[in-house]
Antibody, heavy 128, light 106 residues
Framework: EVQLVESGGGLVQPGRSLRLSCIASGFTFGDYAMSWVRQAPGKGLEWISFIRNKLHDETTEYAASVEGRFTVSRDDSTNIAYLQMNSLKTDDTGVYYC???????????????????WGRGTLVTVSS | EIVLTQSPGTLSLSPGERATLSCRTSQSVASFYIAWYQQRPGQAPRLLFY???HRATGVPDRFSGSGSGTDFTLTISRLEPEDFAVYYCQQYGSSYSFGQGTKLEI
C-alpha cells in the first residue's frame, strides 16, 4: 500500500524548533518530488515547501511565510522527508501534511505537480 | 504570487442537485497546472483532478473539471451525501498556491 506517515508534531514554545518526519512506503520514494502543506485550525490549505529528488540535486522551494526559517530535506536511503522548523511563531500552528508529487521525476525533469498521495498529518501547536 | 479566488465560499445544496464551484486565478495559468482537491472533516485532502480536467484514480464520473486561462470549474452532476465537504483548487505552474476553499454543505 502506498502510504505517507508524518510524525514529530507537538506543543512547542514560540522561538523554539521542531523537526517533522514523513516516512514513505509502497513506492520508490527516490523517484518522486515531495511537498509539505499545512492547515491552521479551521482554515484552508497552505503550501509551504517542495523538494526534488536526488537526481535533481534535491532542489527546494519555499513559501514566503516560511523562507529562511524552515528547511526541507530528504533521505532516500530511509525513505524519509524532513521539515526542520526554526524560530517558530504562533501563526505556524496547524496540521502539517506531506504529499507526493503525482508525476515521478525522470532523468530530464522533476516538475512540480498535483499531490496524489497525502499523509494523515501531524499537529504542531506553537504556544507559550 | 498567483492568487486563487474560489466562489462561492459556501454552497448549500441537496443530494441529487448539481454543484458548480469556481476558481479564478489572478493571472493566466495553463490548464495543465490546475488541480482540485476534496477534504472531508478530519481527513487529509484527496486529489480529484489534475491538469484541470483529468480525473484522479477512483474519482466518480459525476465529478468533472474544466476551464482555461483564469477561470476553472469543478462540477458535480448529482450530489451524493459523501460529496458534502470542502473543495480546494491549486495551481502549480508558478510555485504553488491554493484557493481559500468552497464549503459544500447540505
Amino acid at each position: 500500500e502506498v502510504q505517507l506517515v508524518e510524525s514529530g508534531g507537538g506543543l512547542v514554545q514560540p522561538g523554539r524548533s521542531l523537526r517533522l518526519s514523513c516516512i514513505a512506503s509502497g513506492f520508490t520514494f527516490g523517484d518522486y518530488a515531495m511537498s509539505w502543506v499545512r492547515q491552521a485550525p479551521g482554515k484552508g490549505l497552505e503550501w509551504i515547501s517542495f523538494i526534488r529528488n536526488k537526481l535533481h540535486d534535491e532542489t527546494t522551494e519555499y513559501a514566503a511565510s516560511v523562507e529562511g526559517r524552515f528547511t526541507v530535506s530528504r533521505d532516500d536511503s530511509t525513505n524519509i522527508a524532513y521539515l526542520q522548523m526554526n524560530s517558530l511563531k504562533t501563526d505556524d500552528t496547524g496540521v502539517y501534511y506531506c504529499a507526493r508529487a503525482k508525476r515521478g521525476c525522470d532523468a530530464g525533469n522533476c516538475f512540480r505537480d498535483a499531490s496524489d498521495i497525502w499523509g494523515r498529518g501531524t499537529l504542531v501547536t506553537v504556544s507559550s | 504570487e498567483i492568487v486563487l479566488t474560489q466562489s462561492p465560499g459556501t454552497l448549500s445544496l441537496s443530494p441529487g442537485e448539481r454543484a458548480t464551484l469556481s476558481c479564478r486565478t489572478s493571472q493566466s495559468v495553463a490548464s495543465f497546472y490546475i488541480a482540485w482537491y476534496q477534504q472531508r472533516p478530519g481527513q487529509a485532502p484527496r486529489l480529484l483532478f489534475y491538469a484541470a480536467s483529468h480525473r484522479a484514480t477512483g474519482v466518480p464520473d459525476r465529478f468533472s473539471g474544466s476551464g482555461s486561462g483564469t477561470d476553472f470549474t469543478l462540477t458535480i452532476s448529482r450530489l451524493e451525501p459523501e460529496d458534502f465537504a470542502v473543495y480546494y483548487c491549486q495551481q502549480y505552474g508558478s510555485s504553488y498556491s491554493f484557493g481559500q476553499g468552497t464549503k459544500l454543505e447540505i
